[in-house]
């Protein structure tokens, strides 16, 4: 079996074939701010399916995904400007992903079973480009096998996962950074609600500038 095509960054845009595979439904490694993540066109039918695959992941654990800008998130979840507008100015681009309520205009199989998205705008320049070249999202699992460590140097990628995709935008190794935080936020008639599900990259007590009278942090939950 071939090795997956490989692209090498930086470039001013993305390659034309990259930005056609993606089109075709291809599935790829690419660096983010953290982490390599896997990932490819989530409204393309069977792109989902095959990242679960690829991963070994429980299909009932959703995908999460990185949008373009803060513009493109507000399509697909329910957006209160108090506090999201303060916290995207804040944070993003960056390491703080946000799980929201989805609006109807999510795309089936996006959601959770609870209803939720989770979804982030990064700060890396190639993350970024795949998105706005996917047309806004793309998926932004960790390039690991499940059960298995993320991984920041593509070096140590497992053989079989690069087997098993399209190709690898091979940034080089990427310097040692704490994931993304996790944080899911819910609105009850007025009031807000928080709850760290990750601890990452930004500290529970930044969050907490974030969040006035009223709003509670829930104790942390393991994903």
């Not at 399916?49 to 654990?61: A, E, F």
Request: hydrophobic share 40%.
């Amino acid at each position: 079996m071939q090795p997956c095509r490989r692209w090498i960054p930086p470039f001013a845009r993305v390659p034309q074939d990259l930005e056609e595979e993606l089109r075709r439904g291809g599935v790829v490694v690419y660096p983010t701010e953290t982490v390599y993540g896997l990932g490819g066109n989530p409204e393309i039918p069977g792109v989902l399916d095959r990242i679960y695959g690829i991963k070994g992941r429980p299909s009932g654990k959703p995908l999460p995904l990185i949008a373009a800008d803060v513009e493109t998130v507000r399509q697909w979840v329910v957006w209160r400007p108090d506090p999201l507008d303060r916290l995207a100015d804040a944070f993003w681009p960056g390491p703080l992903t946000l799980v929201l309520e989805a609006s109807p205009r999510a795309p089936k199989g996006v959601a959770s079973s609870e209803g939720t998205v989770a979804v982030r705008v990064s700060s890396h320049p190639v993350a970024g480009m795949l998105a706005r070249a996917c047309g806004g999202w793309i998926v932004a699992t960790s390039a690991n096998l499940s059960g298995q460590p993320p991984v920041s140097d593509p070096a140590a990628l497992p053989s079989a996962l690069l087997h098993a995709v399209d190709g690898l935008v091979d940034g080089g190794p990427l310097v040692p950074t704490p994931p993304s935080t996790l944080v899911a936020v819910r609105f009850h008639h007025g009031s807000v609600s928080w709850t760290v599900l990750r601890e990452g990259a930004v500290s529970r007590e930044t969050l907490s500038l974030f969040f006035g009278r009223g709003q509670t942090a829930a104790a942390a939950e393991e994903i």
